[in-house]
Nanobody
Framework: QVQLVESGGGLVQPGGSLRLSCVLS????????MGWYRQAPGKQRELVAD???????NYADSVKGRFTISRHDAKNTVYLQMNSLKHEDTAVYYC???????????????WGQGTLVAVSS
């Protein structure tokens, strides 16, 4: 069974920082792109940032210059450092991973359960 578990969410004031972590566990042959998405109340889930297994990154325009995605493959972990947080960053943040469970198996995307980030004064 594959699990993605996020942590690090919470309540923060505007201008503050948080660091999210997501740990991938289970029976996995290899994993590839990992990403962070978010869903605010009444809105669709949107990409925040993702990172390939060779380190290439991609960011939503709304977070460029404020958020940084990174990964530590030996720990099966992806991080999202969020600085200069704004009210509009309030959302549930989800991580995902594109992976292969067996050497001959198909690639599939798995999701975590989400962690709430609330930016409020």
């Amino acid at each position: 069974q594959v699990q993605l578990v996020e942590s690090g969410g919470g309540l923060v004031q505007p201008g503050g920082s948080l660091r999210l972590s997501c740990v991938l566990s289970g029976s996995i042959f290899n994993f590839y792109t990992m990403g962070w998405y978010r869903q605010a109340p009444g809105k669709q889930r949107e990409l925040v940032a993702d990172i390939t297994n060779n380190g290439s990154t991609n960011y939503a325009d709304s977070v460029k210059g404020r958020f940084t995605i990174s990964r530590h493959d030996a720990k099966n972990t992806v991080y999202l450092q969020m600085n200069s947080l704004k009210h509009e960053d309030t959302a549930v943040y989800y991580c995902n991973a594109d992976l292969r469970r067996r050497i001959s198996g198909p690639r599939a995307t798995f999701w975590g359960q989400g962690t709430l980030v609330a930016v409020s004064s």
